[in-house]
């Protein structure tokens, strides 16, 4: 079963643009972590988060954590053309709900940057 | 470093037909995962391995599905027969022991299979 649901599904900006993309989650978590996806280069890992932190950053990316709320935003600043990708949020248990290393996907959010 | 390889590509079959499914992790990482990702969908954990030893296979169809890591390195995933909802991205992925579970997981490329 998806933990995540993405918002928005798609998303369409022009390049130089910021993108922020939601992720809402359901049960307690150790740390969450974003992917993307495109046809290039596959699923790669982009940031992890975990839950005592709020937010962090990495290069044109910021991601924020409110585990009150159970959500994630990432934020894309300065977009480009090769930031076009499929973006997942995956959330990793907390030890109260299994623990591990176990991986859920949310359903992704399919973002398209045009020149 | 070498990536993590999985073979073939892409693989076409017909209904109640089997296939197979390899993967080969990345160097001295513990732990391979399979999963199943369905068009439109974020992939879903079929099976973890630590080593060779299954730690969680619950969302594994275990009437069709079946997968080993003889060794603790290589694995394949089997499903015998294939049905249409079979069709999907089969991933497959390793992270290191060590740093669980803030490990970021490392994927392959992919097996395309579609069940004609």
């Known amino acids: 079963s998806q933990q995540g649901e993405e918002d928005p599904q798609a998303l369409s900006i022009q390049e130089g643009e910021n993108a922020t993309m939601n992720c809402s989650y359901k049960?307690?978590?150790?740390?969450l972590q974003w992917y993307r996806q495109n046809s290039g280069r596959g699923l790669v890992h982009l940031i992890l988060?975990?839950?005592?932190?709020r937010e962090k950053h990495s290069g044109r990316l910021r991601v924020t954590l409110d585990t009150s709320k159970k959500s994630s935003s990432l934020l894309i600043t300065a977009s480009r053309a090769a930031d076009t990708a499929s973006y997942f949020c995956?959330?990793?248990?907390?030890?109260?709900?299994?623990?591990?290393?176990?991986?859920?996907f949310g359903t992704g959010t399919q973002l398209k940057v045009e020149l | 470093e070498a990536g993590v390889a999985q073979s073939p590509r892409y693989k076409i079959i017909e209904k109640r037909q089997s296939v197979a499914f390899w993967c080969n992790p990345i160097?001295?990482?513990?732990?391979l995962y399979w999963y199943q990702q369905i068009l439109g969908q974020g992939p879903k954990l079929l099976i973890q391995?630590?080593?060779?030893?299954?730690?969680?296979d619950s969302q594994l169809p275990k009437d069709r599905f079946s997968a080993e890591r003889l060794k603790g390195v290589d694995s394949t995933l089997k499903i015998q027969p294939a049905k249409l909802e079979d069709s999907a991205v089969y991933l497959c992925?390793?992270?290191?022991?060590?740093?669980?579970?803030?490990?970021?997981?490392?994927f392959g490329p992919g097996t395309r299979l579609t069940v004609l």
């Open positions: 160097s001295g990482h513990a732990t």
């Open positions: 988060i975990r839950s005592n932190e």
């Open positions: 391995f630590q080593n060779n030893g299954v730690v969680d």
């Open positions: 995956a959330t990793v248990p907390s030890i109260l709900t299994g623990g591990g290393n176990k991986l859920t």
């Open positions: 049960t307690s978590i150790n740390n």
């Open positions: 992925a390793s992270s290191p022991r060590r740093g669980m579970p803030y490990n970021e997981q490392f």
